[in-house]
């Protein structure tokens, strides 16, 4: 998800979008980890399951809270460092999200007063949690947005410090554009590298159903696809031409649409755009998929196309409404019958992790939760001004302290 989807001003980007997200889904329906390198100071704490399958989430909120003021604790109350604790139970995956420029000088395109604070979800704070995270052994799936915001299957806005290739003709817009990516991608990749902490796994694109780089790279046409495959080739060379055992995923919303999966990695076929793991996201709330229904598609989706699979996002609801007693970017958990309690989303995860392993072939890599650690915190929102919509599906509770779904991890 990496962000909500549904009232405007009050539950995150895709709130504000909800009508063009439907329209893009609408028009485009018809139409064992293997890591570089483990991180500074290798694992620390190994996984408490004994197999190759991934359990983690993404941590790039974390810097943000803890800077201003979020505190974490264990069950019985004691403060502790929520890395090592997470890597204690058998978290061993962070995900890393990076945007291309923060703060008020890199507003997104239409929503001109939308921003994260100066510092934050940038790359100098992707590199300092990388090194955290490392240190306490997990492996990292980073996320190049290739935006300066938020984005998802109706927003892919060129990065402001590459928008001058809109000037150009065409044809050299796009030429500068694939250039850019590569060129970006790389230097990620090589700055990663160098501190010890090079990426298992790098998403080209967050949630890009919908293409990459608009309107260039946009999937609603034979040129847009054409151009797609230039940007995908380009990030997927500069990864491996740092890293060979990096896996690049493509990630797409909607788990258990196969529809959309089958004209999406089918075109992708077509185009001639390599990758080497389908990334999926899965929300009951969203899908409205039960587990065995988005297991039966896991199945189906690695028989269709070959690849191995990571569920890049799953969420679940802890408590009906968040610390400000409003509704969440979750309005309810789906079709399935966990309540909203810490029990119920403990076991709605025991339950997730034990049929994603079950995947014929071994196929689903992993699990990323979102958002694991986005307790409550003063300012602390999807962005500036705005509120935090997912404290009640964080796996800490309103005052930090871990809930039972963190023991689920020792399942997985």
């Known amino acids: ?34 890591p570089a390198a483990a991180g500074a100071g290798g694992r620390h704490h190994p996984p408490v399951a004994s197999d190759d399958f991934a359990a983690g989430g993404d941590l790039t909120m974390l810097n943000w809270v803890e800077d201003s003021g979020g505190e974490f604790s264990d069950a019985n109350g004691t403060r502790r460092d929520p890395v090592g604790l997470l890597a204690d139970n058998g978290f061993d995956l962070a995900r890393l999200r990076v945007y291309t420029g923060t703060g008020p000088d890199h507003p997104r395109i239409g929503y001109p007063d939308s ?51 809109t000037n150009l003709p065409n044809a050299k817009a796009v030429d ?34 919908g293409g990459l780089l608009f309107p260039y790279g946009r999937t609603d046409s034979a040129e847009g ?72 598609f896991f199945d189906d989706l690695h028989r269709r196309f070959g690849k191995k699979i990571m569920v890049m996002e799953t969420g679940f609801n802890w408590n009906p409404v968040t610390h400000d007693g409003v509704e969440g970017q979750l309005s309810d958990n789906g079709p399935v019958s966990y309540p909203e309690t810490p029990q119920g989303q403990h076991d709605y995860l025991v339950d997730l992790f034990a049929a994603l392993k079950s995947v014929e072939d071994h196929a689903v890599l992993g699990v990323l939760y979102w958002d694991p650690v986005m307790i409550p915190a003063p300012g602390v929102g999807w962005e500036v001004g705005e509120p935090n919509v997912v404290s009640n599906a964080a796996l800490f509770d309103f005052n930090g302290r871990a809930l039972p779904g963190l023991r689920a991890y020792r399942t997985a």
């Open 1 to 34: 998800m990496a962000g909500a989807r549904r009232k405007v001003g009050s539950r995150g980007p895709r709130l504000r979008i909800a009508a063009l997200v439907l329209a893009v889904t609408g028009l485009l329906g018809s139409a064992a980890v293997a």
């Open 115 to 165: 921003y994260l604070p100066e510092g934050y979800q940038d790359e100098e704070d992707m590199l300092k949690a990388a090194r955290r995270v490392g240190t306490h052994g997990m492996d990292i799936q980073l996320t190049l947005h290739y935006s300066d915001y938020w984005s998802n299957g109706a927003i892919q806005d060129i990065p402001k410090d590459w928008r001058d290739a």
């Open 176 to 209: 500068e554009l694939e250039k850019d990516v590569h060129d970006y991608t790389a230097r990620v990749m090589r700055r990663l590298k160098s501190q010890g902490t090079t990426p298992a796994y790098v998403s080209l694109g967050n949630e890009m159903q």
């Open 225 to 296: 696809w054409s151009n797609l495959a230039r940007f995908l080739t380009a990030g997927y060379q500069a990864v491996k031409e740092v890293s060979p055992s990096t896996k690049v995923i493509l990630h797409l919303d909607d788990a258990g649409n196969m529809d959309k999966y089958e004209w999406f990695f089918s075109t992708a076929e077509a185009n001639h755009i390599p990758y080497d793991v389908i990334g999926s996201s899965y929300y009951p709330f969203w899908t409205r998929k039960d587990i065995q229904t988005v297991k039966a």
